[in-house]
């Protein structure tokens, strides 16, 4: 972002100055930036942040829904945004106090929101690890049936088995019991 608004103030000061000296000093715009690297570091740096950016988000949303991971994403750009804008390229310059305390609020409450929606994913992430959704266990019977058939005597949990299971372990018997001494 830091970058992007560098750039940008770069040609405006060659674009908005051209050909009148005095308006250039004026503005600060005395030499023109594209005879220095600056420029180009800047767009380069610009372009890279951009497509990096680009591949998390891609791998993101190949582990969390769309919704989630947009959310998060773009919740961080304004963020990083406002900081870099006030910080960086000191855009807070020639505002009151209570203006500023209002803006610092204002990306609080954004942190906050962001923070909430990412204990929810967590949530949502721990209760699907243990077959939970809303804090109730799935009813698809799937966990009763193996908490039942390991708290069962040994003879009542064969009975209950699948039948794969059943010849499976039968045939464990029989290869184990005509095997010599």
């Not at 380069?44 to 949303?61: D, E, I, M, Q, R």
């Not at 855009?91 to 942190?111: D, N, Q, R, S, T």
Request: proline residues 4%; aromatic residues 8%.
């Amino acid at each position: 972002m830091m970058t992007t608004k560098a750039s940008v103030e770069m040609i405006k000061c060659v674009t908005l100055n051209w050909g009148d000296a005095d308006a250039a000093a004026a503005s600060g715009c005395a030499h023109n930036p594209f005879l220095t690297p600056w420029p180009y570091l800047f767009i380069t740096t610009s372009l890279g942040l951009a497509c990096g950016a680009l591949y998390l988000l891609a791998v993101g949303l190949r582990s969390f829904e769309a919704l989630y991971m947009i959310t998060v994403f773009e919740g961080f750009m304004v963020i990083s945004g406002a900081v870099s804008g006030n910080i960086v390229l000191n855009e807070k310059e020639g505002h009151p106090a209570h203006l500023m305390v209002l803006y610092f609020c204002a990306v609080l409450v954004i942190l906050a929101g962001l923070y909430v929606l990412c204990s929810g994913e967590q949530q949502r992430l721990v209760a699907d690890e243990n077959n939970e959704h809303n804090g109730l266990a799935t009813h698809d019977g799937e966990r009763q049936r193996a908490e039942q058939l390991n708290s069962a005597s040994p003879a009542h949990a064969q009975h209950h088995q699948m039948p794969e299971m059943v010849v499976a372990q039968h045939e464990v018997e029989m290869s184990t019991a005509a095997r010599p001494l």
